[in-house]
């Protein structure tokens, strides 16, 4: 069974205070890991997507990465508005499916 | 305008009763998903549909229903509303792997 776990559940930063989300994944036939970001009662919006180890994509100040059990979303610098719930996600070659971390929830504090 | 829409937004009903959420997209993605998401539980997919003759559960379709009317509608159902069926519910879209997401509808089941 296909299972994607993010942690940590939450994370309070400061202002320019960089961190790192982990999500690791056990997803047979990876063919792509997904990174949403979802503003309270709104859709997740989409970031990015991994498909092999060692792939990296930025956008401003995240940065994600990916290794063969897990991932990354690395936030440099980050601001108030980057206060979000980040979730990940694994698209498995057998299942035509996604499947969700339950997301960290990121609280960037001015 | 919104890519994909959902209506209703918000809805209130009472234990026994049918409701329909609706999706349409402008998008021209062939394949259309529903998830609900609940605290702590990340999403989860009800059903999805690849094209309008395919139609397929997911991982918690005990208790909805679905029609995908068009390439660009795609209705969820639940039959006979009970309140553990309270939730955020997502409809989403994809051509390839990657999915984008409606701006949900938040269902209260009294």
């Known amino acids: 069974e296909d299972q994607v776990t993010q942690s940590p559940e939450a994370l309070r930063l400061q202002e320019g205070e960089s961190s790192s989300l982990n999500c690791s994944y056990t997803?047979?036939?990876?063919?792509?890991l997904f990174w949403y970001r979802q503003d309270p009662g709104k859709g997740p919006e989409f970031l990015f997507t991994?498909?092999?180890a060692g792939e990296e994509k930025e956008k401003e100040r995240l940065k994600a990465t990916l290794t063969k059990k897990e991932s990354f979303l690395h936030i440099t610098a980050p601001k108030p508005e980057d206060s979000a719930t980040y979730l990940c996600?694994?698209?498995?070659?057998?299942?035509?499916?996604?499947?969700f971390g339950s997301g960290t929830q990121l609280t960037v504090l001015p | 305008d919104a890519d994909v829409t959902q209506t209703p937004r918000n809805r209130i009903t009472k234990t026994g009763k049918r409701i329909m959420l609706e999706c349409s997209q402008t998008?021209?993605?062939?394949?259309m998903y529903w998830y609900r998401q609940d605290p702590g539980l990340g999403l989860r997919l009800i059903y999805y549909?690849?094209?309008?003759?395919?139609?397929n559960k997911g991982e918690i379709s005990d208790g909805y229903s679905v029609s995908r009317q068009a390439q660009a509608k795609f209705s969820l159902s639940l039959e006979s509303a009970i309140p553990n069926q309270t939730a955020l519910y997502f409809c989403?879209?994809?051509?390839?792997?990657?999915?984008?997401f409606g701006p949900g509808t938040r269902l209260t089941v009294t």
């Open positions: 997803v047979s036939g990876l063919r792509g």
């Open positions: 549909s690849f094209d309008v003759k395919d139609i």
């Open positions: 991994l498909y092999s």
């Open positions: 989403a879209t994809s051509q390839g792997y990657e999915q984008y």
């Open positions: 998008k021209g993605h062939d394949r």
């Open positions: 996600a694994g698209h498995s070659g057998s299942a035509r499916q996604l499947t």
